[in-house]
């Protein structure tokens, strides 16, 4: 059963403004893409239930295997990105043939929030070009479960 969508968006709007800082994770110190998801996760159901290994800027430029939406399988609930809506996890390639590395929260059909290099945690608009970048999405559970 998913978490209720607008609970999700509420608690992903705290993090707004929140500064851009590489694998960090607290809302109004700085947090990563990453660290966002991973803070909403912690404020809406508990203590998170993966550990997540240090990783570098340029983790996903090389490499094959969808690390991080492998991840996001054995925590979040996947679903048909076509069809991902208020509340979803949505996972971006940054560049064609490219695995996922980045990733946000819907807040509307046509906005989300993300954190973003230089401009830390952001609502923008989910653009055309942003739109074909998603790759994957999720929705967070209701409980957390064991993974």
Not at 23 to 30: D, H, N, Y
Request: hydrophobic share 45%.
């Amino acid at each position: 059963m998913p978490a209720d969508p607008q609970r999700v968006v509420a608690i992903a709007r705290r993090w707004l403004g929140t500064p851009y800082h590489d694998q960090a994770s607290r809302r109004g110190a700085g947090c990563d893409c990453l660290g966002l998801i991973r803070g909403v996760w912690r404020e809406l159901l508990g203590p998170e239930t993966l550990s997540v290994p240090a990783y570098s800027r340029d983790w996903g430029e090389t490499g094959c295997e969808e690390v991080l939406a492998e991840a996001a399988k054995h925590v979040l609930i996947r679903i048909d990105a076509t069809g991902a809506g208020t509340g979803a996890v949505v996972l971006f390639r940054m560049r064609s043939g490219a695995i996922v590395k980045h990733c946000g929260i819907l807040t509307a059909p046509d906005r989300f929030i993300h954190a973003y290099e230089r401009l830390g945690v952001i609502e923008e608009a989910l653009t055309t070009a942003w739109r074909r970048r998603i790759a994957f999405a999720f929705l967070f559970p209701a409980a957390a479960t064991e993974s």
